[in-house]
């Protein structure tokens, strides 16, 4: 049995590496696709692909936070407190597929990935401003979340403030 402790704790450097891998893809993908449709004027099989790609990860981000949260259940054994988890899981889980049909639908049928100015499409920078406010917004839920949930516990503070940052990790 693996003993994790906070000196071989490896998450929040694992989580750098995430978001720095992340936003480098992001942007290389960003001006990838600005270079080519200026262009050329064209979407084509790669820029689908791309499409693809970015509704894997609006899933994988929303997914990942359910996740926690359905080991939150786990924790409580308290009605309440189950149910404000439940109720944070639904929310993120209506906003996820929201989000997913938004991001496969951006603009109307056939070729709804087809940014064109005959077609009506979703303002995109509105868009990922509020999807990015709720993202901050769920994480923040998330994060304190376990604070909550275990503030009841019988506990010295220096040990009870220890196992609830022990479960905060994606505050950083």
Not at 30 to 55: C, E, F, I, N
Not at 83 to 91: P, W
Not at 122 to 136: E, M, P, S
Request: glycine letters at 4%; a positive charge.
């Amino acid at each position: 049995m693996t003993v994790v402790s906070e000196a071989n704790a490896r998450g929040p450097l694992v989580n750098i590496a995430s978001w720095i891998t992340l936003v480098s893809t992001i942007l290389a993908a960003g001006v990838k696709l600005y270079t080519k449709v200026s262009m050329t004027r064209k979407v084509q099989l790669d820029d689908a692909l791309l499409l693809v790609a970015v509704t894997f990860y609006v899933a994988t981000v929303y997914v990942a936070k359910l996740v926690g949260l359905y080991f939150f259940i786990s924790l409580t054994g308290e009605n309440i407190k189950r149910k404000i988890v439940r109720c944070l899981m639904a929310f993120i889980g209506a906003w996820t597929t929201a989000a997913i049909f938004v991001v496969a639908f951006q603009c109307e049928l056939p070729q709804p990935w087809k940014n064109s100015t005959s077609q009506k499409c979703v303002n995109k920078l509105a868009f990922w401003t509020v999807n990015g406010v709720v993202d901050i917004l769920t994480q923040l839920c998330v994060g304190l979340l376990p604070v909550y949930l275990l503030a009841g516990l019988q506990l010295r503070k220096p040990k009870k403030t220890f196992s609830m940052l022990s479960f905060t990790p994606n505050m950083l």
